[in-house]
């Protein structure tokens, strides 16, 4: 018997598949909860997120500033980015003076991504480029630099690009804490036991595919864009973790720190509240 049909939408990247695959292959106990999975960019699900489509779906941190009128953030399922996380390179060396007012490709306006690049330098003239698209429009020299994200934080050395800034290293080096890049958020409007309840099930898909990780990651290969099989394993690892199990308090004022600077800074034209869903 089905209570409830939810929506679950994330990227179609190994991490997030990794992170649903206990819900995705029935290993875990619904309780009468019917998920429909639905996979789609970051940056399409942070616009569907403006607009309230889904009831459970990933987004940038960034664009939570946007949509927490109507979404609660789960202290499930995070991205955190240790003292790493998206990557600026170009195709010849370069140090940070160097890049005020080039021509950057970025992988979208509510991207993480974004927010911790225009935190790190201000003035530069953005270009909107889908994300799997950013390390060649570097190469091709359409764009002077590049911001990667997924894969791309791994392979771009291989690839003759170099490193000028790691943001998550940056982000720690400016506050001690982690760089947080995407979160689930569920509506809220359901009622509160049905999002105490998908709260608590997303909790167990991400502990199943950490106790089952061979498994999971035969699941996560599917979605890991020409990665080996130990790249995908290491990518998974850097955003599936205890962080992604709960926030933790450093998890959440990280959170609250990154969207404050963002609202100091200007990006963000107002002040966030942000909540949580606790189970």
Do not use: C
Not at 83 to 104: A, E, F, H, Q, S
Not at 139 to 146: E, K, M, Q, S
Not at 182 to 196: E, F, S, T
Request: glycine share 8%; hydrophobic share 40%.
């Amino acid at each position: 018997m089905t209570d409830a049909v939810i929506h679950l939408a994330h990227s179609p990247d190994s991490d997030d598949a990794f992170m649903f695959y206990g819900l995705a292959a029935g290993k875990v106990d619904t309780e009468g909860v019917e998920y429909v999975h639905q996979l789609q960019d970051i940056e399409t699900l942070n616009q569907r997120a403006l607009r309230g489509e889904l009831e459970v779906t990933a987004v940038s941190i960034h664009a939570y500033a946007y949509i927490a009128d109507r979404y609660a953030l789960l202290p499930h399922g995070a991205s955190m980015g240790d003292r790493y996380g998206p990557k600026l390179v170009t195709r010849t060396p370069m140090k940070r003076n160097d890049i005020r007012g080039l021509r950057i490709a970025v992988p979208g306006p509510l991207t993480s991504a974004y927010l911790a690049l225009r935190l790190y330098e201000p003035d530069f003239e953005p270009v909107f480029t889908p994300f799997d698209q950013i390390d060649p429009s570097v190469l091709r020299g359409d764009v002077d630099a590049g911001l990667l994200i997924h894969e791309g934080q791994l392979t771009y050395a291989s690839q003759g690009l170099h490193l000028v800034a790691d943001m998550g290293e940056w982000w720690f080096g400016e506050t001690g804490l982690p760089l947080p890049l995407g979160g689930n958020v569920i509506r809220k409007d359901l009622p509160a036991a049905l999002k105490k309840k998908v709260s608590r099930q997303l909790k167990e898909s991400i502990a199943y595919g950490l106790e089952h990780r061979s498994n999971a990651l035969d699941h996560a290969m599917r979605f890991a864009r020409g990665l080996e099989r130990s790249d995908a394993d290491t990518f998974v690892g850097m955003y599936v973790n205890d962080w992604t199990l709960d926030y933790g308090e450093r998890g959440r004022e990280a959170i609250r720190l990154f969207l404050e600077r963002g609202v100091q800074s200007g990006v963000i034209p107002h002040p966030v509240t942000v909540e949580f869903v606790d189970d």
